[in-house]
Nanobody, 120 residues
Framework: QVQLVESGGGSVQAGDSLTLSCEAS??????????MAWYRQAPGDRRELVASRPREGTTFTYPDSVKGRFTASTDNAKNTLYLQMNDLEPSDTARYYC???????????WGQGTQVTVSP
């Protein structure tokens, strides 16, 4: 069984910072990790990519909407993916999801999401 568990969401004010975590457990720890990413989805909107790394050893890339404010990173010892979010804006309000593609069949795994709400 594979589990991705996000945490760190909350309600903050514009200009504040939050750090989201995505801890992996289960069979995924035995797989070779391919792509890792963070997505977000606001009510009524499509899921939006906010950070992506194609494979281990490469760097994360970001869309213009979050570039310079969001930074993704990993801690392999803790099997955890992070998303540091600075200078948050009300438009960042969404449910945030981590996604990992891993294994010989390039299977896609998603976490359950964590809510971020930014007030003006």
């Amino acid at each position: 069984q594979v589990q991705l568990v996000e945490s760190g969401g909350g309600s903050v004010q514009a200009g504040d910072s939050l750090t989201l975590s995505c801890e992996a457990s289960g069979a995924i720890l035995k797989f070779r990790i391919n792509r890792m990413a963070w997505y977000r989805q606001a009510p009524g909107d499509r899921r939006e990519l906010v950070a992506s790394r194609p494979r281990e050893g490469t760097t994360f890339t970001y869309p213009d909407s979050v570039k310079g404010r969001f930074t993704a990173s990993t801690d392999n010892a803790k099997n955890t993916l992070y998303l540091q979010m600075n200078d948050l804006e009300p438009s960042d309000t969404a449910r945030y999801y981590c996604m990992i593609i891993a294994g010989p069949d390039s299977e896609t795994f998603w976490g359950q999401g964590t809510q971020v709400t930014v007030s003006p």
